[in-house]
């Protein structure tokens, strides 16, 4: 088929070839944490943050989540007992996040799990190639937001 050479040498199809690669792949391990890729980088955002708290709004520009797709997933973690939210004393409109104890060990098991998905995939492409990858998907983002 002629559409498989277009996307061969497409960036943009490319890029989306390797997230449904990604998902496809982190997915069954993060299912049996019983969580999604989405779930799993709100808890290993937030702990990795090292703040006792934070507001959702700096998890949206973090993650590039709009609010409405953060307010879901932060439900969806609270429900299962691995985040709180709580209203700010200073301004009850805004609300504050923190991770409870089974949240904490739990997104510390995660961020093991990615580890070792991130080892093997600098062993299978080598330290050089793979920051190679990282600058150049950098420089890929930058330029798609230039142009908007």
């Given at each position: 088929m002629k559409i498989k050479k277009y996307l061969k040498e497409s960036p943009i199809f490319s890029i989306f070839d390797i997230h449904q690669v990604l998902l496809q792949t982190s997915t069954p391990l993060l299912k049996k944490e019983g969580l999604s890729f989405m779930q799993s980088l709100v808890l290993i955002t937030i702990l990795l943050e090292g703040k006792s708290e934070i507001i959702p709004s700096h998890l949206c520009q973090a993650l590039?989540?709009?609010?409405?797709?953060?307010?879901?997933?932060?439900?969806?973690?609270?429900?299962?007992?691995?985040?709180?939210?709580?209203?700010?004393?200073?301004?009850?409109r805004s609300l504050k996040l923190h991770l409870t104890q089974p949240g904490i060990s739990k997104a510390n098991k995660l961020v093991k799990i990615l580890d070792l998905f991130e080892k093997d995939l600098e062993q299978a492409l080598g330290v050089q190639r793979l920051s190679l990858l990282l600058s150049g998907l950098e420089d890929f983002k930058k330029s798609l937001n230039s142009s908007l």
């Open positions: 590039n989540f709009s609010k409405a797709g953060l307010s879901h997933i932060l439900s969806n973690l609270e429900s299962k007992g691995l985040l709180k939210r709580t209203v700010k004393e200073e301004d009850a």
